[in-house]
């Protein structure tokens, strides 16, 4: 069973920068597609940045020019460089994928979640 696991998260002053970090299982032999999510109190889930195994790239609005998602050489990483952060985007954030196991059957699977608190 596929596994996804975060780590980066804290506080961080406006202006600063972050960068989170999402491990697959060693089960995962491929993954067709990975993204962040991050989700407020008292707000619904947002798609953030998603890059897929052809290495396209998409970002909400709000975080253009500032995040970059990227992959880890051994690609089963994937990473979110968080630049220019504001207090908007404090959430909570997590990293969801897709991809076939090592025994040939399609996984799914969401983070636990990882806490990004930026002050002003």
């Known amino acids: 069973q596929v596994q996804l696991v975060e780590s980066g998260g804290g506080l961080v002053q406006a202006g600063g920068s972050l960068r989170l970090s999402c491990a697959a299982s060693?089960?995962?032999?491929?993954?067709?597609?990975m993204a962040w999510h991050r989700q407020a109190p008292g707000k619904q889930r947002e798609l953030v940045a998603e890059?897929?195994?052809?290495?396209?790239?998409n970002y909400a609005d709000s975080v253009k020019g500032r995040f970059t998602i990227s992959r880890g050489n051994a690609r089963n990483t994937v990473y979110l460089q968080m630049n220019s952060l504001k207090p908007e985007d404090t959430a909570v954030y997590y990293c969801?994928?897709?991809?076939?196991?090592?025994?040939?059957?399609?996984?799914?699977?969401w983070g636990q979640g990882t806490q990004v608190t930026v002050s002003s």
């Open positions: 060693a089960s995962a032999f491929s993954i067709s597609d």
């Open positions: 890059l897929t195994s052809g290495g396209s790239t």
């Open positions: 969801n994928g897709y991809g076939q196991t090592i025994y040939g059957s399609v996984w799914s699977a």
